[in-house]
């Protein structure tokens, strides 16, 4: 089975310094690994995903993402943190062929002023 | 514009009394997917559809039944809700593979209280 963990339920930063939200993941085989995010009262949006190749991945926003297969992890980041990035983030993982996608739990950003 | 659209938003019933929430997207989208969104669970799902007359179950089928007649719509229903079905639905749809390599689409969400 897959999983997927977000070990913080909340992370703070201040405005300007750089923000990492955490993932890691659980799989048996080769994963697709996603951010979304949610604004209050909104649907999820895409943020960006990993598939093969660089494992340093850019998103939208200013996102990035670091795919570490040995610690099996894909934490989000951004090396200056806005208040508009306040939001609910969550990490999603897929196996190849499989139709399911597995959502962590969420990590709720707050970017203080 | 592309979207995923939801009605009702938000819907208040009381116990087995039954409904259903449309879904509708306009991107021709051959894979489409409901989730019920609960805190501290994150997204599960509950069903979802690789083509038209194509369902399956996901994670969280039970009390649900869906329809895929349309490639457009994915209608949740509710045959006869109970308290527990109180949560946040989101519909999603993507190309194929849905869930796989391709990102999915979101609609804004249904927010249902079962009294």
Not at chain 1, 33 to 38: E, P
Not at chain 1, 74 to 88: I, T
Request: aromatic content about 12%.
């Amino acid at each position: 089975a897959q999983s997927v963990a977000q070990p913080e339920d909340q992370v703070n930063v201040a405005e300007g310094n750089p923000l990492t939200v955490k993932c890691t993941y659980s799989v048996s085989g080769n994963p697709y690994l996603f951010w979304y995010v949610q604004y209050p009262n909104r649907g999820l949006q895409f943020l960006l995903k990993y598939i093969t190749g660089d494992n340093l991945v850019k998103g939208s926003y200013g996102f990035e993402a670091e795919f570490n297969k040995s610690q099996t992890s894909f934490h989000l980041k951004k090396p200056s943190a806005l208040v508009s990035d306040s939001a609910l983030y969550f990490c999603a993982v897929s196996l190849t062929g499989r139709r399911a996608l597995t959502f962590g739990s969420g990590t709720r950003l707050q970017v203080q002023p | 514009e592309a979207q995923v659209t939801q009605n009702p938003r938000y819907l208040i019933t009381v116990t087995g009394k039954k409904l259903t929430v449309t879904c509708s997207q306009n991107m021709n989208h051959e894979y489409m997917s409901w989730y019920r969104q609960d805190p501290g669970l994150g997204l599960r799902q509950i069903y979802y559809s690789m083509n038209v007359e194509v369902t399956d179950k996901g994670d969280v089928p039970e009390g649900y039944k869906v329809s895929r007649k349309e490639k457009r719509n994915f209608p949740l229903i509710l045959e006869s809700p109970s308290p527990n079905q109180t949560s946040l639905y989101f519909c999603a749809s993507s190309l194929l593979p849905g869930g796989g390599r391709n990102e999915q689409y979101f609609g804004p969400g249904t927010r249902l209280t079962v009294t």
